[in-house]
């Protein structure tokens, strides 16, 4: 091995051994209150405290049928953090695509989100989106990276996150962990959110039947299940991209859809075969 990745790789391992030992850590890990992100609503930012720059977060679906509201939800935080005309990368495993369709790039304009500073990255294996990840947080120039591996990869351990955690403070870049096709597991993340669909309000105000049957702003049932800042909680937010910030739906306490626990089960399939074939 050459003698400066001996190195690197010393001071790694030096760095993961005194977070397990409870030791100093990269002064981004927790940054002063006046550094972190509002979201935009008022309850979600009191409990959490704003977010973290500079550090790992995850964003979980759910289940599998609710990755699309994860992942627009995973670019809502991307806004966040990219204000600036900085560039911001997009780590995605191949099988990724398959399952969830190619990026489009009027549909990130649509959410606010410039195509033109995004740059994308693709691999075959879980191995290989982690390597180019990790490469892009070492990177200053860029505003955010957004991570996705598909399913329960063996290569996305524990210590894993830590690389991801640690380059992030280390660089001063923004992770965000998209885990559409997978289940929570022990890691470094500060903010972990698992994440489903909730149904948009039509616009009040539209006059023709047309108009009414546009989609209104996204709705997020956002559980924030691990929060190593501040508390946890659970909300229905709604994202204004004009504003590139969060809002409590209008509708929210009259309208508020049955959240996922509370949902009956499906019915089971009637069909042996096509319980098996399912």
Known sequence: MPEAAADALALLRRRVASIEAGGARPKAVLPAAQDRILLGMAEVDARLGGLAPAVLHEVFARQTADAAAATGFALALI????????????????????????LYGPGLAAFGLNPSRLMIVTAAQTTGVLRAAEEALNCRALGAVLIEPWGEGKALDLTASRRLHL???????????????????????????LISAS??????HAETDRERRNLGRPRFDAALIRNRQGQTGRWLMEWHNDERIFRTPATASLHNPALAADRAPAPPLENPALRRAS
């Open 199 to 204: 149904p948009s309000q039509v616009d009040s």
């Open 79 to 102: 806004n966040r953090f990219v204000f600036s005309p900085k560039p911001w990368l997009w780590a995605r495993q191949d099988f990724a695509a398959l399952e969830m369709g190619d």
């Open 167 to 193: 380059a992030a403070a280390e660089h001063q870049t923004t992770a965000i962990l998209l885990r559409s096709g997978g289940h929570p597991a022990p890691s470094a993340a500060t903010t972990r959110w």
